[in-house]
């Protein structure tokens, strides 16, 4: 049973992690892989801003102080970028770490921080239609069920519906 769950900056040792983990579908999951993708702009990121910047970021996901993933946010507009820009969040946990409850408070602790620390007023996710642990996940972080975005996503030979969730400013209990 895993006690505590955190969120911290990403290190080199994570990256390798991640690389190692995330490395085949099995890794990622049915939902989440793209195919083989190259290591080195991350890599390049964290040397120059250590994943964090403006314009998004990672942090990684430990659960009982190892390293069980990562959650990042990234922008996103729903009109001019200047006036109606939200963060995106994603996370990735290895395989080990789901069904445990460690998405739901790691996704939390990241809608927090982002509350927290940024003007956003609005913070979204999405997940494969046929995701629902990922669905539940989100929905036990604070997120709330908008709609269905139909044939959104290119994965696996095939287009797939997603699921869009949101979570407010003022809807933080």
């Known amino acids: ?12 040792a994570d990256l390798d992690l991640f690389e190692r983990e995330f490395a085949t579908a099995e890794g990622t999951g049915p939902h989440q892989w793209f195919g083989f993708t190259p290591a080195l702009r991350m890599r390049r990121r ?5 994943l964090l910047g403006p314009e998004g970021g990672v942090l990684s996901v430990t659960a009982d102080g190892a390293t069980v993933g990562r959650t990042e946010w990234f922008r996103s507009a729903w009109g001019r970028p200047d006036t109606s820009s ?13 069904g445990l409850g460690t998405g739901t408070r790691a996704q939390r602790q990241l809608l927090d921080y982002l509350f927290d620390h940024t003007r956003a007023e609005r913070v979204q996710a999405w997940t494969d239609h046929a995701n629902i642990a990922e669905r539940r996940a989100l929905e036990k ?16 030979g095939a287009w797939h519906d997603q699921v869009l969730y949101s979570a407010l400013r003022g809807d933080r209990s």
């Open 1 to 12: 049973m895993i006690h505590e769950v955190s969120l911290r900056p990403v290190t080199e």
């Open 46 to 50: 964290l040397a120059e801003d250590g």
């Open 86 to 98: 939200c963060w995106t969040v994603a996370i990735g946990l290895f395989p080990s770490a789901r």
């Open 141 to 156: 972080a604070g997120f709330v069920q908008e709609g269905v975005l139909r044939r959104a996503q290119w994965r696996g």
